[in-house]
């Protein structure tokens, strides 16, 4: 290492270093970050059932009341010391909102966090009186990446088995929707079922 070697502070080989030491006040994804607190509003407003779009509008309304209460603030304190006043900066839009892709990016962080509990949850669950699967194409769509200004899906549908009251006991991203992609997801569900003591006796299938 030289005299002139820079090291960005987020490096992963300094963070390592005071990991468990101190709390971190941002999260690193794979090319961006955020602030903890963002992480949070994001995280918990999505929990909520907010869609991308509504946690934009609510975070942009928020950073301008806090805007608001800095301007408010600031003309208060001109009234008093009017000599040292200058004009207050008019509020910009223009960056003050998170990007989509950062939105996506909290939110699925937060999911491979909790992954282990959601499976095990998802264990735990169980039908008495009958069983519902089907195959579902939009939330699929979303799923995949941008190439040459194109999006290519990385799966076709989402299989999903629910309980009688709307539950979902287990599901599989597949490519298709032949049997043969799905008979794992219905053999462990039956399984699970088998080893809790249940017998559906009504089994649904959406064709």
């Given amino acids: 290492m030289t005299e002139d070697t820079q090291i960005i502070a987020h490096d992963p080989s300094i963070l390592s270093q005071v990991k468990g030491l101190l709390p971190l006040p941002f ?3 794979h090319k961006s970050g955020v602030t903890n607190e963002l992480h949070r509003f994001i995280i918990s407003h999505a929990n909520a059932g907010l869609t991308i779009s509504e946690i934009q509008t609510i975070w942009l309304q928020t ?17 008093k010391n009017s ?11 223009r ?12 939110i699925a962080r937060n999911y491979f966090e909790k992954e282990h509990l959601y499976t095990k949850r998802m264990c735990q669950m169980t039908a008495t009186k009958w069983l519902s699967c089907d195959h579902t194409f939009k939330a699929s769509a979303n799923i995949g990446f941008w190439f040459n200004k194109r999006w290519v899906k ?15 006991l287990s599901w599989k991203l597949c490519k298709g929707t032949k049997f043969s992609s799905i008979a794992n997801v219905l053999q462990l569900v039956k399984d699970r079922l088998d080893n809790q003591g249940q017998k559906p006796t009504i089994f649904f299938v959406d064709n």
């Avoid at 301008?64 to 003309?75: F, L, N, P, V």
């Avoid at 989509?100 to 990016?105: D, G």
């Fill in 27 to 29: 999260v690193l994804f």
């Fill in 63 to 79: 950073m301008y009341d806090a805007y608001g209460s800095r301007r408010e603030a600031y003309i208060s304190e001109c009234n």
């Fill in 83 to 93: 000599h040292i006043c200058t004009s207050f900066p008019e509020f910009e839009q």
């Fill in 95 to 106: 960056f003050q909102q998170p990007g989509e892709t950062i939105i996506a990016s909290c």
């Fill in 154 to 168: 990385l799966y076709d549908t989402l299989f999903i088995v629910l309980d009688e009251e709307g539950n979902v």
